[in-house]
């Protein structure tokens, strides 16, 4: 007897209860319309929150969200998106920091434009990945395309190229890996006897102002050199790099067969705004045959911005780090690194077989992978595409030139209020700055006083302000990233330190003055 025939004389078998169909949550032809109404309802939420927003902060604490968020049982779905986003009002819409808030002083976090928020909408939805040509076509031309737009808006010539990344922090260790990997290769050329890379590496140093960027660093100590590579250099009054201080440096590397494989200026330091001398530093880069890498992450909004000029001496640099995500007011990540001469990308190629054999870059076939430390990435590229076609370069200029021109109202309404002291005056959109007690106060409370004052406005909600420190001084800082901020919205979170710093001297500094006089 066949089975056919056999199974049509079982009795039939008892009914199984329905089980849901998981695949109704895949995105595709049959639930794009369900993926409408989700992603419809998740925005008019957002949308709704942002139009009563009040204040950039509700003053939550970690230990009171914590015991909110470990009571969710994530082993117990909540079978509907609108329960869902219910719940995510209280575990993180209600208590966000609204970077959009024109009381929002704090990191370099920047307020997004609309058409880089539906780029990125896009982009999640289809869900390229950009490391090979066959799974992004136009994803891969689009994010080419904008490699040159940047690189050209450099002034890095016709053999440049580059890559998007996650950020300024691999940007800079991109570029300073291939940097390093150069470096060995010109060693090994001009030796009589190539010495082994592993012979190398102990010589190599990087360069950078002590006002750099923290990845220089940290990127030193990845690339295998630790982070006694790297060698400080004094800046001026003005936080800018000093190039005879540069030229030191350089001299005596070279004096003790060392060798600089970077020298990293800085265009927009984190604390300071400032940006390095550029036309005197590539100088000394090309008078060293040391390659120049500048991290233009924070002042790249200088190349769309009418102070384009302030980038002087950028066109002369072997890699720039960008962050499209800082001063281009785009949704992270999007970012980029670019280099002047694209054959020195070959250093971070690597071809696999089932990926990107070297007969396809043989073929000139376009894979992104072969010259990306990523493997997978999104098509971040699409944001700033969608902005650019939307509002234009000159637009996003003007925004970049918005918030440069109230750092420099806000310079002068800091340097002329006695209540504090402003360490110095704004290239970019930064002010470092501290509350001053007192006369008789001393250095201890002026600190305490400063730490108080920032964390108990960040408590309030009402302003978040950064810090850092000068000298070993504990500072406040202004980064001024939205043009919808204004001086009087300075002067208010002024008047709120001071109001934050009164009440602690009052409860402080007579103890303080009486153990002195003691």
């Known amino acids: 007897m066949s089975f056919l025939a056999q199974s049509a004389e079982e009795p039939p078998s008892p009914a199984v209860p329905t089980q849901p169909d998981h695949r109704a949550h895949l995105l595709n032809d049959a639930t794009a319309e369900r993926y409408r109404r989700s992603v419809t309802e998740g925005v008019e ?6 139009s009563a927003t009040t204040r950039p902060f509700t003053g939550v604490t970690p230990h009171e969200l914590a015991p909110v968020i470990s009571g969710v049982d994530l082993d117990r779905p909540l079978h509907d998106s609108s329960a869902a986003l219910d719940e995510l009002e209280d575990v993180y819409l209600r208590d966000a920091v609204y970077f959009h808030h024109p009381r929002y002083l704090g990191h370099l976090n920047c307020p997004v434009v609309i058409p880089a928020v539906l780029g990125e909408a896009v982009l999640s939805a ?21 490699i ?44 009589a006897v190539p010495p082994r890379k592993a012979d190398i590496l102990p010589r190599l140093r990087i360069l950078a102002s002590e006002c750099s960027h923290f990845s220089v660093a940290k990127s030193a100590a990845l690339l295998g050199l630790g982070y006694e590579a790297v060698i400080p250099v004094p800046v001026d009054r003005d936080k800018r790099m000093r190039p005879a201080a540069l030229a030191r440096e350089l001299e005596r590397c070279r004096a003790e067969d060392l060798v600089p494989l970077a020298v990293v200026a800085t265009a927009g330091t984190t604390d300071f705004g400032s940006i390095d001398p550029l036309p005197e530093i590539a100088r000394l880069c090309e008078q060293y045959e040391t390659w120049m890498h500048v991290d233009a992450a924070y002042g790249c909004g200088l190349l769309v911005s009418r102070r384009r000029h302030l980038l002087d001496g950028i066109e002369r640099a072997d890699s720039v780090t960008v962050d499209y995500h800082k001063s281009f007011f785009q949704p992270v990540s999007s970012s980029a690194v670019l280099v002047r001469d694209q054959a020195t990308l070959r250093h971070a190629t690597y071809h696999a077989d089932y990926l990107n054999p070297a007969r396809m870059a043989e073929g000139q076939i376009p894979n992104q992978v072969d010259k990306s430390i990523q493997t997978t990435r999104r098509f971040d590229a699409l944001k700033l595409w969608m902005t650019l076609r939307v509002m234009g370069a000159d637009a996003v200029g ?52 400063n730490l108080h004052a920032r964390e108990a406005l960040f408590a309030s ?21 939205n043009p919808q901020t204004t001086v009087h919205d300075i002067a208010c979170v002024l008047d709120l330190i001071d109001g934050h710093a009164l009440r602690y001297l009052s409860q402080h500094a007579e103890p303080e003055l009486a153990a002195r006089a003691g």
């Open 398 to 449: 003007g925004l970049f030139d918005a918030v440069v021109d109230l750092a420099a109202e806000g310079w002068k309404l800091l340097d002329a209020d006695p209540r504090f002291e402003v360490v110095t005056q704004p290239q970019l959109s930064t002010l470092v700055f501290r509350y001053v007690p007192p006369a008789g106060t001393g250095p201890e409370l002026t600190d305490a006083v």
């Open 148 to 191: 040159r737009w940047t690189a050209d808006r450099i002034g890095l010539g016709t053999a440049a190229d580059g890559i998007f990344t996650s950020g300024g922090t691999q940007s800079n260790f991109h570029a300073l890996l291939l940097a390093r990997d150069e470096a060995c290769r010109i060693v090994g050329k001009n030796s």
């Open 461 to 481: 909600g009402d302003a978040v302000v950064a810090g850092t420190k000068v000298d070993g001084a504990h500072y406040l800082k202004f980064t001024l990233l």
């Open 45 to 50: 939420r957002v949308a709704a929150k942002l």
């Open 126 to 146: 289809v869900n390229s990945s950009l490391d090979t040509w066959d799974q992004s076509i136009g994803g891969t031309l689009i994010e080419r395309r904008l």
